[in-house]
T-cell receptor, first 112, second 116 residues
Framework: DADVTQTPRNRITKTGKRIMLECSQTKGHDRMYWYRQDPGLGLQLIYYSFDVKDINKGEISDGYSVSRQAQAKFSLSLESAIPNQTALYFCATSPPPYNEQFFGPGTRLTVL | AQSVTQLDSQVPVFEEAPVELRCNYS??????LFWYVQYPNQGLQLLLKYLSGSTLVESINGFEAEFNKSQTSFHLRKPSVHISDTAEYFCAVSEDSGGSNYKLTFGKGTLLTVNP
């Protein structure tokens, strides 16, 4: 059973569309993260949240926004998608003492 | 600030040969170290980790990595690889800065291709 789930798993959209990627976790971890993966670049941090009321920008937050609706849910939005946001997106969670992270299966997003 | 360098972007090897995937890190404080594996068209899975204690850590499928503080390295090794080990491998580091540590920094990945 998956502890971190992401929906959708694959999405194709058009330039200018608004899109939301969702992440849910069943472990009760308070910290959650969104990363994007591009070939040859590894993973880069977009946003992270220490709890429902504590949300922070990561390295590459421009063009993205997030919402922590509950401890278990952390959504990533692209208000107006552009082709260079085509990537694999990962959600992750982290429990105390916050020295490791657990990843979801990823969402492959294609912006045409 | 922490950083991770994976010295090889691609490593092709033949089946049953030994392999080493190299990882060096930079940090001014104590660190936690990780290797993640991504099989073709799949998500990221934790392969092994160093948090404390023995500097040699092992995975269930025969990989091992050794934390070398003096050389700031955490190289991944396997004495005999299989076709099924073909995947991309990511080294990652997290700094031990008390309760505020949060950031996992990844290397750019090493694509291991095992040929028959």
């Amino acid at each position: 059973d998956a502890d971190v789930t992401q929906t959708p798993r694959n999405r194709i959209t058009k330039t200018g569309k608004r899109i939301m990627l969702e992440c849910s976790q069943t472990k009760g971890h308070d910290r959650m993260y969104w990363y994007r993966q591009d070939p040859g670049l590894g993973l880069q941090l977009i946003y992270y949240s220490f709890d429902v009321k504590d949300i922070n920008k990561g390295e590459i937050s421009d063009g993205y926004s997030v919402s922590r609706q509950a401890q278990a849910k952390f959504s990533l939005s692209l208000e107006s998608a552009i082709p260079n946001q085509t990537a694999l997106y990962f959600c992750a969670t982290s429990p105390p003492p916050y020295n490791e992270q657990f990843f979801g299966p990823g969402t492959r997003l294609t912006v045409l | 600030a922490q950083s991770v360098t994976q010295l090889d972007s691609q490593v092709p090897v033949f089946e049953e040969a030994p392999v080493e995937l190299r990882c060096n890190y930079s940090s001014s404080v104590s660190v936690y170290l990780f290797w993640y594996v991504q099989y073709p068209n799949q998500g990221l899975q934790l392969l092994l980790k160093y948090l404390s204690g023995s500097t040699l850590v092992e995975s269930i499928n025969g990989f091992e990595a050794e934390f070398n503080k003096s050389q700031t390295s955490f190289h991944l090794r396997k004495p005999s690889v299989h076709i099924s080990d073909t995947a991309e491998y990511f080294c990652a580091v997290s700094e031990d800065s008390g309760g505020s540590n949060y950031k996992l920094t990844f290397g750019k990945g090493t694509l291991l291709t095992v040929n028959p």
